[in-house]
């Protein structure tokens, strides 16, 4: 019995040792604080175009109609959209820990007829031609940030779309330590 809660209190050990190590520290503090350094999120870029929310099909996935066809989505029609570097759990066939929450998040943020800004990074399609955008409210929120912040999605860097991936990365990385969302649940 003793020997078990040894190695136990080990093996806790050994975990919370890996964690410190693998969170980014600040190189100025001696001590080595644990706090994530996170980028302020940017503000909707100048190329980016205005588009009207159809409907929500889960956490990283919608449809949407631009208000004026542009380069990227050049027709006024329905167009499928992705979010790029942004994974959530699935919905279907069966619902994943956190799928349904993670599609409510995205419900929420973007309800059908809402305004969303989009914006590409350097694909356009992916290979289920669904448009890669990066995606904001009117008030300038970072929509795919969002998600990964609240513990919605995980970080899903598929080059060359990558612009983002930092920001991303540090958000997941302070949403995990937090316990939010997925990180806490599944």
């Known amino acids: 019995m003793i020997r078990q809660f040894a190695i136990g209190i080990l093996c806790l050990a050994a975990v919370a040792v890996a964690i410190w190590l693998a969170v980014p520290r600040d190189p100025g503090d001696p001590v080595g604080s644990t706090a994530v350094a996170v980028e302020d999120p940017p503000g909707i870029p100048d190329d980016a175009f205005e588009m009207t929310v159809e409907s929500v099909h889960d956490g990283d996935t919608l449809r949407a109609h631009v208000a004026k066809p542009n380069g990227v989505v050049t027709d006024a029609g329905s167009t499928r959209v992705r979010l790029i570097g942004v994974d ?89 330590m937090a316990g939010r969302g997925q990180w806490g649940a599944c």
Do not use: K, M
């Not at 619902?95 to 349904?100: F, I, K, L, Q, R």
């Not at 399609?125 to 795919?144: A, E, I, K, Q």
């Not at 920001?167 to 997941?172: C, G, M, P």
């Open 88 to 176: 959530t759990p699935e919905i279907a066939p069966e619902p994943e820990c956190w799928g349904t929450e993670a599609t409510a998040r995205l419900r929420a943020l973007l309800p059908p007829g809402s305004t969303v800004w989009g914006a590409p990074d350097r694909e356009v399609l992916d290979r289920y031609d669904r448009h890669l955008l990066y995606l904001w409210t009117p008030d300038g929120l970072f929509v795919n940030a969002e998600l990964v912040a609240q513990g919605d999605a995980a970080v899903l860097p598929v080059a060359p779309n990558t612009r983002h991936e930092t920001l991303l990365r540090s958000l997941e990385a302070e949403a995990s």
